[in-house]
Nanobody, 124 residues
Framework: QVQLVESGGGLVQAGGSLRLSCAPS????????MGWFRQAPGKEREFVAA????????SYSDSVKGRFTISRDNAKNTLYLEMSSLNSEDTAVYYC?????????????????WGQGTQVTVSS
């Protein structure tokens, strides 16, 4: 069974930083676009960031531009999300996903594989 496993979530104070990682099992995603989505309590899932299969293109939601950075290391088969200047609005479960397309996508239906999520909680 194809799996994506997120890690790195936790509790952080407002203004702090955190790095999330996503690693697959039983498959390589070097030729897939990959992305991060998040879902806060009582809210719909929203797009956060995405990156193309060769890292030549990336995309961010307006709410995280300038604060979050998406990257990937295909040699390690790992996806990252560097988060800084965190605030309470960033509190959510964060999910990584993989799409069988070359370029980044902001649309959840484009993604074929999903992780189980990792909780990020930002305290005041």
């Amino acid at each position: 069974q194809v799996q994506l496993v997120e890690s790195g979530g936790g509790l952080v104070q407002a203004g702090g930083s955190l790095r999330l990682s996503c690693a697959p099992s039983r498959r390589t995603f070097s030729r897939y676009a990959m992305g991060w989505f998040r879902q806060a309590p009582g809210k719909e899932r929203e797009f956060v960031a995405a990156i193309g299969w060769d890292s030549s293109r990336s995309s961010y939601s307006d709410s995280v531009k300038g604060r979050f950075t998406i990257s990937r290391d295909n040699a390690k088969n790992t996806l990252y999300l560097e988060m800084s200047s965190l605030n309470s609005e960033d509190t959510a479960v964060y999910y990584c996903a993989a799409a069988v397309v070359a370029g980044p996508s902001q649309s959840a239906p484009e993604y074929d594989y999903w992780g189980q999520g990792t909780q990020v909680t930002v305290s005041s």
